[in-house]
């Protein structure tokens, strides 16, 4: 028997108000791959990481981890979950009052025993694993460029060595070389950890550059989810209509 997927969603809608953001969304998340949830602006991308970390619930469908329904989980459950997921917040979420080994260490604070120079320790690793060394370390985040804040806040993402990392638009706000180099940090930690990484962009080159499976999510519904050549290479005239009207450039099929 196969082992169930790391994530789950089983026909998932969610309304607000009178508005549907996710239409009977169903989706299983490829273990130790990267999957790219790519769609524009309003498409419910940030609605997905927020159902998947109990912010939001769906009003029908269901959300399984390893084949369990979450909306069964109890407090303790949830943050037994929270501990196996990593999160990559858009506007990185990092506090300036703190130094940036500070926050990197901050969820060992609340999640483990382990003193406080073993925690540094964690943090410093997890810091060199992204590219900051220890002078950036020492420094608080708002004097690191945004690139830097990115790199700062996927190491607190992998502090706690999750089984998934989602990020939410890792590479908006940022310019073409600096978006290029996240990119190829995303490619490069996921290819040595070998973790289960959730993206979520509207940038198709991104998407290209990074997902070795991708979603398209429109106005709510999961269009196409599958292999990354396969969707960026389908034929569907609305899949096309997607990827073509957004590329500046031709997408790199790799
Ligand atoms: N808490 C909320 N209350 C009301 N509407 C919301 C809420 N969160 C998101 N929406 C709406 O749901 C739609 C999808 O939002 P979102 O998931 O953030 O899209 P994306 O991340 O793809 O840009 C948008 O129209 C947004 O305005
Ligand atoms: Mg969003």
């Given at each position: 028997?196969?082992?169930?997927?790391?994530?789950?969603?089983?026909?998932?809608?969610k309304r607000y108000g009178s508005r549907v953001v996710l239409d009977d969304v169903s989706f299983a998340l490829p273990r130790n791959a990267t999957t790219v949830l790519v769609g524009p602006s309003g498409a419910g991308k940030s609605t997905v990481l927020r159902l998947l970390v109990g912010l939001a619930r769906p009003d029908s469908g269901r959300i399984l981890v390893d084949g369990a329904d979450v909306s069964k989980l109890n407090r303790d459950g949830w943050m037994a979950l929270r501990k196996r997921v990593g999160m990559l917040?858009?506007?990185?979420?990092?506090?300036?009052?703190?130094?940036?080994?500070?926050?990197?260490?901050?969820?060992?604070?609340?999640?483990?025993?382990?003193?406080?120079?073993?925690?540094?320790?964690?943090?410093?690793?997890?810091?060199?694993?992204?590219?900051?060394?220890?002078?950036?370390?020492?420094?608080?985040?708002?004097?690191?460029?945004?690139?830097?804040?990115?790199?700062?806040?996927?190491?607190?993402?992998?502090?706690?060595?999750?089984?998934?990392?989602?990020?939410?638009?890792?590479?908006?706000?940022?310019?073409?070389?600096?978006?290029?180099?996240?990119?190829?940090?995303?490619?490069?930690?996921?290819?040595?950890?070998?973790?289960?990484?959730?993206?979520?962009?509207?940038?198709?080159?991104?998407?290209?550059?990074?997902?070795?499976?991708?979603?398209?999510?429109?106005?709510?519904?999961?269009?196409?989810?599958?292999?990354?050549?396969?969707?960026?290479?389908?034929?569907?005239?609305?899949?096309?209509?997607?990827?073509?009207?957004?590329?500046?450039?031709?997408?790199?099929?790799?």
């Open positions: 028997m196969t082992a169930p997927a790391l994530i789950e969603l089983c026909g998932v809608s917040f858009q506007e990185g979420a990092l506090f300036n009052s703190m130094s940036v080994l500070d926050n990197v260490a901050f969820p060992l604070r609340h999640h483990t025993r382990l003193p406080r120079d073993e925690r540094e320790q964690v943090a410093l690793s997890k810091l060199a694993a992204v590219g900051i060394g220890e002078e950036l370390a020492r420094r608080t985040p708002d004097t690191l460029s945004g690139g830097q804040r990115k790199r700062v806040g996927l190491a607190r993402a992998l502090a706690l060595d999750p089984e998934i990392v989602l990020f939410d638009e890792p590479t908006a706000g940022l310019d073409p070389v600096t978006s290029a180099a996240i990119d190829a940090l995303i490619v490069d930690v996921g290819a040595r950890l070998k973790t289960t990484f959730l993206v979520i962009t509207h940038d198709i080159h991104s998407c290209a550059a990074i997902a070795q499976h991708v979603g398209l999510l429109l106005e709510g519904r999961l269009l196409v989810f599958g292999h990354r050549d396969r969707v960026l290479q389908s034929g569907d005239p609305t899949v096309r209509q997607f990827f073509d009207r957004r590329a500046e450039g031709p997408i790199r099929i790799a």
